[in-house]
């Protein structure tokens, strides 16, 4: 076992630039693989977050709409005290787990926080914002029960499911998310020649020698291992370059700034990036292990 583990040394030192070659590919493309999983695993985080946290609006009428339950223009005291009463209800005060009443005042002080410094706040009138309740579901997937239970009630103009917001920032960071597989998918192709070609030069620089232990006797896996443990080696070392960059990025990027400039958002963990370090390390270690028995195996008929 050891003269196989010397014979892979004298194999790294005499194919060093391609060695190089290997480690950096293989650690681009695990970067890449990586950074696609805690991205995922982000997604998932935010998503458990912010879906739990995200409430249905219930609009009433401010008298500028044209919806067909505001024929009368504005909503009136009695209609808001219905739409408060149906709240209240048998039917829905269960699935309902808290709500309140955001009047035209509150939402104009809270729009020109949000949009303070932009030219759209000065366009826009108090009365103009409207009123509204907000709703607290128990189980935010039956928002549908609320959107129905006021589907024709007067002074309602329309019922919003602020996850449906939510829903068009996810597809985006989870088409971010694929744009990175595609791209660790092709990093990968591009390690496995890289790996495959290496280990076949390898192997044709020591012709002689090969032939020399064939003619003596030597088992097809004397000669194949230390051709197997190269490749290994040099996708470990990638491997692990990844995932202490990803350590890294978690904990100076994500934890020390993202956390800090956007306190209201779920970030992920230093222990997710530890997480995921052995996975892609077993990932790289396996991806070369089987690329290098395959470029041996075919290398060699013996």
């Known amino acids: ?22 480690v950096l590919v293989t650690f681009i493309s695990l970067t890449f693989v990586g950074a696609a999983i805690l991205l995922q695993m982000q997604i998932n985080q935010m998503k458990n977050y912010w ?16 919806a067909p339950l505001c024929p009368d223009g504005k909503v009136t005291d009695e209609q808001k005290t219905a739409i408060e009463a149906t709240l209240k209800s048998e039917e829905l005060a269960p699935l309902i787990k808290e709500y309140f009443f955001e009047d035209e005042a509150t939402a104009y002080k809270n729009f020109k926080e949000q949009f303070s410094g932009s030219d759209v706040a000065t366009y826009v009138e108090a009365d103009q914002l409207g009123q509204t309740f907000w709703v607290s579901l128990v189980d935010p997937s039956k928002s ?9 009630t007067a002074g309602v103009s329309s019922v919003k499911d602020q996850r449906t917001y939510l829903d068009q920032i996810f597809q985006v960071l989870n088409g971010a998310s694929l744009a990175a597989i595609g791209v660790a ?8 020649l890289l790996i495959s070609t290496t280990i076949r030069l390898s192997a044709f620089a020591r012709r002689k020698e090969l032939g020399i232990m064939r003619f003596v ?13 190269e490749g290994i080696a040099s996708a470990l070392f990638g491997s692990l370059l990844a995932g202490g960059a990803l350590v890294l990025v978690v904990k100076y990027f994500v934890r020390d700034y993202l ?6 958002v779920s970030f992920i963990q230093i222990s997710d990036a530890l997480i995921v370090w052995p996975v892609i390390v077993g990932f790289g270690v396996l991806l070369a292990g089987f ?10 008929r013996v």
Do not use: H
Not at 51 to 66: F, I
């Open 1 to 22: 076992m050891w003269s196989m583990i010397r014979e892979a040394g004298a194999g790294l030192r005499r194919n060093l630039s391609m060695v190089i070659s290997i």
């Open 51 to 66: 879906y739990d946290k995200a409430q249905v609006a219930v609009y009433l009428c401010t008298g500028y709409e044209q």
């Open 144 to 152: 549908e029960v609320i959107a129905q239970a006021f589907s024709d």
């Open 185 to 192: 998918v092709l990093m990968l192709l591009c390690a496995v």
């Open 217 to 229: 006797g030597a088992s097809n896996l004397y000669i194949q291992t230390p051709f197997v443990l």
């Open 259 to 264: 956390v800090t400039a956007m306190p209201y």
């Open 291 to 300: 690329s290098s028995a395959l470029a041996i195996r075919r290398y060699l």
